[in-house]
């Protein structure tokens, strides 16, 4: 399946009496998964409005070089480093000229040179200019700069000729951004993952939580992204840097983490539970911050909702993942964590070891199932997380 989730894709709009079909192909291009930022070239705003354009791509359309408020920021730059993809539809013969002498007049072709990215080309115009020889050698330079070129139909076209250079239909042109990324088994796949520390507050100042860094989470929630996921991240307290392609909740206790996920579960494909949730929060939270008079203090806890385990009891569960974090007869306690929760996987986290698992960057990890008993090797939790995925994808999708 070719989708274009996560992916963040540029669509230049340039001067084609064909720039009429640019906010269908935004459309087809979000119906694939993408996000879409339009940039218009001077010939394009000729034929199309940039309300238009920012209506249906629900974002700001750039079209000045100039523009003194996003160079702040470097505007070119920043959205080159943005994007996945640049796609140019419909292509003016004058830009596609421009961008194969490797011009930087404009904010298109400035992007385009300050990016890695993938580069689409769907020309458009009478059938003797894209015949024409300048033309045709334009499009050979940036095929040999590995560009590629969505060429053209035949057909009758705005000017009365009957050839090629018509602009090819937006869904067939959406559908070509979207093969140029490798899918997987992930792809199209919806995860929720739960990460970090939950707090349990005891009073205004003071709470129980734990070590959890989130990191290892993240670093799942990393994978997932790159393999075409589509995830919600309900995350508690984490050291750690958010994905801006997840969906991401915060929340402060173990009954938020619970509501939002419940809230959240229906229609998820993957439930992966990292989250370092409190098993139990303090009964009577005081209201104004506990004095110290010399005497005990006596909390009592009470015990907090298995979100992991009420998960896998709905009528149409995800298929689930959790973490077990255990100190001693780590083996036995996670077989029975699989068995008496019920889900299908449990990746077992021995935190007796401090050289791995909560708040540091590496893990060893065992991924059990009913039919699997395998050790993930010590390694960064980057590669970790692919390692689980590879694994859970072999067995369950
Ligand atoms: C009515 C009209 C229709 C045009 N249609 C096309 C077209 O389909 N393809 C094309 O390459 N140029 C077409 N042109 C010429 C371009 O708009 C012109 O070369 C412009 O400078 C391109 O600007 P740009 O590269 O900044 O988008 C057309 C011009 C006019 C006046």
């Not at 997380?385 to 590879?390: D, E, G, H, S, Y």
Request: glycine letters at 6%; aromatic letters at 4%; proline letters at 2%.
């Amino acid at each position: 399946m070719n989708s274009l989730t996560n992916k963040n894709i540029i669509l230049g709009v340039s001067g084609s009496i064909s720039a009429y079909k640019a906010p269908d192909i935004v459309r087809r291009l979000q119906d694939l998964g993408a996000q879409v930022k339009v940039i218009l070239t001077e010939g394009g705003a000729k034929f199309i409005t940039e309300l238009s354009l920012q209506s249906i791509s629900k974002n700001k359309v750039h079209y000045n070089l100039w523009d003194e408020d996003a160079e702040l920021s470097m505007g070119h730059i920043e959205l080159a480093k943005w994007t996945d993809a640049i796609l140019i539809a419909p292509a003016s013969a004058n830009t596609i000229a421009n961008i194969a002498l490797g011009k930087a007049n404009d904010l298109l072709s400035s992007v385009i040179l300050a990016s890695n990215a993938a580069l689409l080309i769907a020309p458009a115009m009478n059938l003797k200019m894209y015949q024409s020889h300048a033309l045709q050698d334009n499009l050979l330079t940036l095929i040999s700069r590995h560009a590629i070129i969505i060429k053209p139909e035949s057909g009758e076209q705005a000017c009365g000729d009957i050839g090629i250079g018509r602009l090819v239909e937006p869904l067939s042109i959406a559908k070509q951004v979207a093969k140029q990324f490798i899918s997987t088994k992930l792809t199209g796949k919806k995860v929720l993952i739960t990460l970090g520390a939950t707090i349990e507050a005891i009073d205004p100042v003071r709470f129980i939580s734990n070590h959890s860094s989130g990191k290892m989470g993240m670093a799942l929630i990393n994978a997932c992204i790159e393999m075409g996921a589509s995830v919600i991240c309900i995350y508690g307290n984490i050291t750690t840097t958010l994905n801006e392609k997840s969906n991401n909740m915060p929340i402060i206790s173990a009954q938020q983490m619970y509501t939002k996920v419940m809230n959240n579960i229906a229609g998820q494909d993957i439930f992966i539970a990292c989250a370092a949730v409190s098993d139990f929060s303090v009964k009577n939270t005081k209201n104004q911050k506990i004095k110290k008079d010399g005497k005990n203090l006596i909390l009592e806890l009470i015990p907090n909702k298995d979100i992991l385990a009420d998960v896998c009891k709905l009528g149409k569960k995800p298929i689930c993942m959790g973490f077990a974090a255990e100190t001693q007869n780590t083996l036995k306690n996670a077989q029975k964590k699989l068995k008496n929760k019920g889900c299908d996987v449990i990746i077992l986290n021995d935190v007796s070891n401090t050289d791995f698992g909560s708040n540091v960057d590496e893990n060893e990890v065992v991924f059990l199932s009913q039919n699997l008993n395998k050790k993930i090797a010590k390694n960064s939790k980057k590669k970790v997380a692919k390692k689980i995925l590879a694994i859970f994808i072999k067995e369950y999708l």
